[in-house]
């Protein structure tokens, strides 16, 4: 059981450039989202899955693209890479019943240069 | 829309010590999960422990507990008799119970455990 996985790990990208964050989770689960970790900030919500084909944005969409064609992926788009994407990504799924919380990929650290 | 506010960047802990991590948060509604999560160096991060809403009892995980105050919207997270390796950044979510439930954020603790 492999639960949520994330990739790459870690990236360098040049400023315009385009790339697209892999995730993936083997658990059945309906809720996929996208978050950002930058220091002092804590985690915030890009966007977010409630299941297959549907999609919404949290609270730092912007440079951003998502879309969810299987319940399996949930891949993170970004369009023209800024500077203010330099960030910490990661990937997180859950159930729609019981919580237990998010269960968590191990992040993918990106730069842009 | 709900905050979560974890008002100590920096902690400090000898081994063997009992620490509490503060967190508050605001919200309207009646029914939501709280969580603290551990991030460790390594960037992982792990569910310490869960605590809904509607349970008046306290979550307790071995060295780990809460202090829930639904009234006071707080949510602290005790640790006791702490080791080396609780040394980490620890943050305090929420999540409401609707269908696009989603995990709101604090900025998170730092911890330090000495000898």
């Known amino acids: 059981n492999a639960g949520v996985t994330q990739t790459p790990k870690f990236q360098v990208l040049k400023t315009g450039q385009s790339m697209t964050l892999q995730c993936a989770q083997d658990?059945?689960?309906?809720?996929m989202s996208w978050y950002r970790q930058d220091p002092g900030m804590g985690l915030r919500l890009i966007h977010y899955?409630?299941?297959?084909?549907?999609?919404d944005q949290g609270e730092v969409p912007n440079g951003y693209n998502v879309s969810r064609s299987t319940t399996e992926d949930f891949p993170l788009r970004l369009l023209s890479a800024a500077p203010s994407q330099t960030s910490v990504y990661f990937c997180?799924?859950?159930?729609?019943?019981?919580?237990?919380?998010?269960?968590f990929g191990s992040g993918t650290r990106l730069t842009v240069v | 829309a709900q905050t979560v506010t974890q008002s100590q960047p920096e902690m400090s802990v000898q081994e063997a010590e009992t620490v509490t991590l503060s967190c508050t948060y605001d919200?309207?509604?009646?029914?939501?999960?709280l969580f603290w999560y551990k991030q460790p160096p390594s960037r992982q991060m792990i569910l310490v422990i869960r605590q809904e809403a509607y349970k008046q009892q306290n979550a307790t995980e071995n060295r780990f507990s809460v202090n829930f105050q639904k009234a006071a919207k707080s949510f602290s997270l005790k640790i006791s008799d702490s080791q080396l390796g609780d040394a980490a950044m620890y943050f305090c979510a929420y999540r409401s119970t609707g269908t696009a439930s989603k995990l709101t954020f604090g900025t998170g603790t730092r911890l330090q455990v000495t000898l």
């Open positions: 658990m059945n689960h309906e809720y």
């Open positions: 997180a799924s859950s159930t729609a019943g019981r919580v237990d919380g998010y269960t």
């Open positions: 899955s409630v299941g297959a084909g549907i999609t």
């Open positions: 919200t309207s509604e009646s029914d939501y999960y």
